[in-house]
């Protein structure tokens, strides 16, 4: 964990260390804060195997969500391949709560250039696409700049600094889906088809884009090669949770991570520090504590996908074990968003299966079923026509899909089923007792029904807990805010 | 079909762009969601038309490149994107903050659904999932511009900007074809 509990302030930050400098998007302040003496020194004095192994070494884990050790991906490379060996650059972040990597691209695009290049030269790839998302326009502007302003100086094109190492940088614009995020659906993409991801094995980095050897990393990994390159591995294994002794198979959590925290927050933004820091206090010391003087009711650590710690789990440390002690999917991309007390429950699921139904590609059943089976499900509680039944029916789907049950080809699945067990194992009472209110007659059968409420979903929310009165009565909005999301409905 | 074969409603302009991406990418299928891009910038959609145009300058079957765009729902094909493209995000962080009655609100002040354009041509509506800018929730994206911390005064004076005739955006607006 934090080791002696630092202050956060204290904390020197690394990857954002330029963000906020003027210009700091352009070459010129990048160079004069430093910038490219790691390419410089690297192309003189390292060969792409020292690379590669500095990056072994360090035990930095991808920052795209599923926290792979990056030089064993790298190693998987086949060696002796004719080429063109290819690395993408996963900038589809897409992940509800997730902007870290807008952050990086926008305020300090040849950082994230300057990893990109060193990493290429240790994969020896020859080509590397940014597969950014539509909905970056910033990002995509300077990006553009930053790489043109690579090749005036001799960062990209044919022999870099006069090495014999050449490497061209393209930026390809996604169409705004959230599945060109994973790995084999951005390769699927950029290669001109549907983003349906593939059955692996084949694992890309031995049969990828265009069928040749290739590399997918994240915008924050990549970056976080060059620091590893400049500041060395000792500065690196210094930051966040060391691996655990007595367990071999444990890589540790090591490094500098970017959160974010947005929702119901003071401050919500994107912060620095090392891996591990407790949820609570991303929370209450960066984020500022809960907006308008509430209380915390539940919070989501790494993105929709990894799912929720309640309020008395807030102490987990944000590292790629500390989540999943307590049920979570995983640390995820620390994209951390948090619900004050007024926020129903069930409006928070109906939210993430809206979004999972909306975003699964449609391979494979259980995924594609399952996500618009449990939305339509939750869609009928919310109407207010829910069965008791239907919680068990939801965490038997939620359940049953996924790689971690087996049976599907991505994560997607295992990211849609994380909100739906979290909600309903560890906020039962909360469902139990708004399908009893709003369904006084029905609650109890079992009997099949219509998947949809026979009645129009109303707009209008409910609370929680019930401000009114205990004998059922109408609870009445307490807040007069404009939002649905917060209003009441009346009950029958 | 002979007759439609020969139609050609990508500009000589917009064909050049692609071809001019060719040396990026070592197949010509790679080129579909980049072209598809710029004949929807130029465009304002991609009709029917407009892929079997595109499916003879990259030399591939027209189904596969129509199989590719249906699979993004961000392409139309249904008549023409309005001038500006709102974009409303109604993933978690924004809905909390208020994003879900934004959506409502412009379905309602606009008289569209999301999905739709404006009779005039000027808007069209579209729910959008996390914009990546929880930050500055709730989030609007307009073409190419973001909209931080939207409430529903500062959707009204936005729209009112957007919809003046001497608004300098106009000026580059995505359908002037
Ligand atoms: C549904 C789904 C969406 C994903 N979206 C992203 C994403 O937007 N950005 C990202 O870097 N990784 C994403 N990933 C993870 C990638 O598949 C992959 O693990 C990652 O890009 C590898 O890079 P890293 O090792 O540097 O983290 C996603 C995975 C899944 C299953
Ligand atoms: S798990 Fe879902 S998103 Fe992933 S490939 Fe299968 S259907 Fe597609
Ligand atoms: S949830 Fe709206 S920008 Fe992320």
């Known amino acids: ?492 | 079909m002979a007759e439609q074969d020969s139609e050609q409603p990508i500009a000589p302009e917009t064909e050049e762009a692609i071809r001019w991406l060719f040396g990026r990418y070592p197949t010509r299928r790679a080129l579909v969601l980049p072209a598809l891009h710029l004949i929807q910038e130029r465009l304002g959609g991609v009709p029917a038309a407009a892929v079997r145009h595109l499916a003879r300058i990259l030399e591939l079957p027209a189904p596969e490149i129509q199989d590719t765009l249906s699979f993004y729902g961000f392409f139309k094909q249904d008549g023409r994107i309005g001038r500006y493209r709102i974009w409303v995000c109604r993933s978690l962080s924004c809905a909390i903050c208020g994003g879900e009655d934004l959506l409502g609100y412009l379905t309602e002040k606009l008289g569209i659904q999301p999905g739709q354009t404006t009779p005039d041509g000027l808007f069209t509506l579209e729910h959008a999932e996390c914009l990546g800018a929880c930050d500055f929730a709730p989030a609007v994206l307009v073409n190419e511009e973001l909209y931080p911390k939207m409430d529903r005064e500062k959707l009204d004076r936005l729209l009112a900007e957007l919809a003046a005739p001497a608004h300098p955006a106009t000026a580059g607006a995505t359908n002037n074809a």
């Open chain 1, 1 to 492: 964990m934090d080791r002696d509990q630092p202050s956060l302030t204290d904390y020197q930050p690394v990857l954002l260390a330029n963000v906020g400098v003027e210009g700091s998007h352009t070459r010129a302040v990048y160079e004069a804060r430093g910038g490219y003496a790691t390419l410089r020194r690297v192309l003189r004095e390292c060969s792409p195997k020292q690379v590669m192994e500095a990056v072994r070494s360090s035990g930095l884990r991808g920052r795209g969500g599923a926290g792979f050790p990056t030089g064993l991906k790298w190693s998987f490379l086949p060696a002796d391949h004719p080429g063109p060996v290819y690395l993408c650059v996963n900038a589809d972040e897409s992940e509800p709560g997730t902007f870290c990597n807008r952050v990086l691209m926008e305020h300090d695009p040849h950082q994230v250039l300057e990893g990109t290049i060193l990493s290429s030269f240790a994969t020896r790839a020859s080509t590397a696409y940014i597969y950014l998302r539509y909905e970056y326009p910033l990002s995509l502007r300077r990006l553009q700049q930053a790489i043109d302003e690579c090749y005036e100086a001799g960062y990209l094109g044919r022999n870099i600094l006069g090495s014999d190492f050449s490497l061209d940088i393209y930026i390809h614009r996604g169409a705004a889906a959230y599945i060109c995020g994973e790995e084999t659906g951005l390769i699927e993409s950029l290669e001109g088809r549907r983003a349906w991801p593939r059955i692996k094995p084949p694992f890309p980095a031995v049969e990828g884009l265009f069928r040749k050897p290739t590399v997918v990393n994240n915008v924050e990994t990549l970056a976080c090669v060059r620091h590893i390159l400049e500041r060395g591995l000792e500065w690196f294994r210094s930051l966040g949770t060391p691996p655990d002794p007595a367990n071999p198979q444990d890589a540790g959590s090591l490094g500098p991570k970017l959160y974010c925290v947005s929702g119901h927050v003071r401050r919500p933004g994107c912060y620095e520090g090392p891996l591990g820091i407790p949820c609570r206090r991303v929370i209450d010391e960066w984020g500022g504590g809960v907006w308008k003087g509430r209380k915390v009711k539940a919070v989501v650590p790494g993105g929709l996908s990894t799912g929720l710690l309640t309020a008395d789990e807030l102490d987990v440390p944000m590292d790629f074990k500390g989540p999943v002690q307590v049920g979570c999917l995983g640390l995820g991309t620390a994209g951390v968003i948090v619900m004050d007390e007024t926020c129903s429950m069930i409006d928070f699921l109906y939210n993430s299966c809206r979004f999972f139904a909306h975003e699964s590609c449609g391979q494979c059943t259980p995924c594609r079923e399952g996500t618009s089976w449990a939305l339509r499900i939750v869609e009928r509680i919310k109407a207010g026509d829910g069965r008791l039944r239907d919680l068990d029916l939801l965490l038997e789907i939620a359940d049953g899909m996924g790689i971690i049950p087996g049976t599907t080809i991505c994560g997607l699945a295992d990211g849609a089923a994380w909100p739906i067990k979290n909600a309903i194992r560890k906020f039962r009472l909360e469902f139990e007792d708004f399908i009893r209110r709003t369904n006084p007659q029905g609650y109890l059968a079992t009997h099949p029904v219509p998947a949809l409420s026979g009645r129009a979903m109303p707009r209008l929310e409910i609370t929680w807990p019930p401000s009114g009165t205990s004998d059922g009565n109408p609870v009445t909005a307490a807040t007069g805010s404009p939002s649905p999301w917060r209003k009441t409905i009346p009950l029958e």
